[in-house]
């Protein structure tokens, strides 16, 4: 018979905030197709089809709180039945579990580079059809739309449909096989394709090891997420009209190693069919090596620079003529709506977002015609900045009597 003893065992339940950057006003769209507002979400959030998350420490809580998820829904899907969350669930102290765990560490690495989240999911008494459809609707504002695991066209079509975003997609291989990378999605100026997959530590900052999930394995994830934080980091620092790639704010967070590193050769292909690659520079770090978007190669919206500068025009120049809808369209008018206009290209040109602009108001396109059938026509030429994708340097060796002029 074993000697009388005390058992004493430490149940650590805790988690480690991850440094995060600071706020962005960036407003990043995920819809969820893995019940994620049903096991994360609160009743308000499940009956108007999304929630929004404005810090990481405020997504981590979600993880751990004790309200009720959604009637009949099983938080992890597989693994853990145990209840454990105030009766309702393995939320937590497994974390994130089955066929939402996916997801979850997708908003939670958007989340680090410090811009708002909003999650559109299935809703329990509205919306009840999709998540991408609660997304679609423009009353939300976004400024970029991501996509994991769910199916990328339905990701892809909330940009185009909404033209007031852009939206940030795994290649066709999740970022596994980088000879095998193929744009996923539209082709089109609003949609980024991104090849990349990465490892990194759990909510407790280290290995996962449940044995459910895999014995001292790291947490693996698409890198569409960090792209769409790099966006937010980049509106942060500088302009939309600035590119979100390379090392000043192309830099991806929480990498322990990437999934497949390309070689040059696999990032020339990639980038010829418009594809960006994440790669891991030794000595250097993990950053997003590319900016084009899926429009025509001839075309400068190619470029994820000048995508955006479009949209934030079409945004801010729209505000601008809706204010004179029902107003006479005359001199006076036109003119007001110039001078507005005029005041935002020029504090868009002096913080280098674009070369030269022209705007035309008046008679000669605002013809009589055109004033009978109740319309007021603007137009508006721009010569948008570009991104340097590419850098020619020419060294040229001498002799020590030449004179260097």
């Given amino acids: 018979m074993a000697r009388a003893n005390v058992t004493v065992v430490i149940d650590d339940q805790s988690y480690v905030i991850p440094g995060s950057e600071s706020g962005s006003l960036t407003r990043a769209g995920f819809p969820s197709q893995y019940r994620l507002i049903n096991v994360v979400g609160n009743t308000a959030d499940r009956k108007r089809g999304y929630m929004q ?16 998820i959604a009637s009949g829904e099983t938080p992890d899907g597989n693994y853990h039945t145990t209840n454990v969350a105030g009766g ?33 999911g299935t809703g329990e008494d509205y919306n009840t059809t999709s998540g991408y459809n609660t997304l679609k609707d423009k009353q939300i504002p976004l400024d970029v739309v991501f996509g994991v695991t769910a199916d990328q066209s339905s990701v892809s079509t909330i940009a185009s449909v909404r033209g007031d975003c852009i939206a940030v997609i795994p290649d066709a291989t999740y970022g596994l096989d980088a000879d095998s990378a193929t744009f996923s999605g539209t082709q089109d100026e609003f949609n980024i394709s991104v090849f990349g997959m990465k490892k990194h530590l759990n909510v407790n900052r ?16 698409n890198c569409a997420a960090d792209v769409a934080g790099c966006i937010a980091r ?33 990032m020339d292909t990639m980038y010829g069919n418009k594809i960006n690659p994440i790669v891991t520079f030794p000595g250097e770090g993990t950053v997003l090596f590319g900016d084009k978007t899926g429009a025509s190669g001839t075309s400068t919206l190619s470029r994820i620079n000048v995508s955006r500068l479009f949209i934030y025009l079409k945004k801010h120049v729209g505000a601008a003529a809706r204010s004179i809808l029902f107003e006479l369209n005359d001199a006076t008018t036109r003119a007001s709506f110039v001078n507005a206009t005029n005041g935002l290209m020029e504090n868009i040109r002096s913080r280098r977002g674009v070369y030269d602009y022209k705007i035309v108001c008046d008679e000669s396109n605002n013809t009589g015609t055109v004033v009978d059938a109740n319309q007021f026509v603007a137009d508006i030429f721009v010569k948008p900045t570009k991104s340097v994708n590419f850098i020619k340097i020419t060294f040229t060796n001498k002799n020590t009597s030449d004179t260097l002029t």
Avoid at 53 to 68: D, F, H, V, Y
Avoid at 100 to 110: G, L
Avoid at 236 to 241: A, C, H, M, V
Avoid at 247 to 262: T, Y
């Fill in 88 to 120: 309702t669930g393995s939320r937590w102290p497994y974390g994130p579990t089955g066929d939402w765990k996916n997801e979850w560490w997708a908003c939670h690495n958007y989340l680090q580079y410090g811009g708002v989240l909003v999650v559109g």
């Fill in 53 to 68: 998350i404005g810090s990481l420490g405020e997504w981590l809580q979600r993880l751990t709180n004790s309200e009720p």
């Fill in 234 to 266: 980049t509106d942060r620092l500088s302009d939309p009209w600035i590119s979100p790639a390379g090392f000043k704010r192309g830099r991806i967070l929480d990498v322990v190693s990437l999934i497949d590193n390309p070689t040059d050769s696999q």
């Fill in 206 to 221: 280290n290995m996962n090891q449940n044995t459910q999930e895999g014995l001292n394995s790291f947490i693996e994830t």
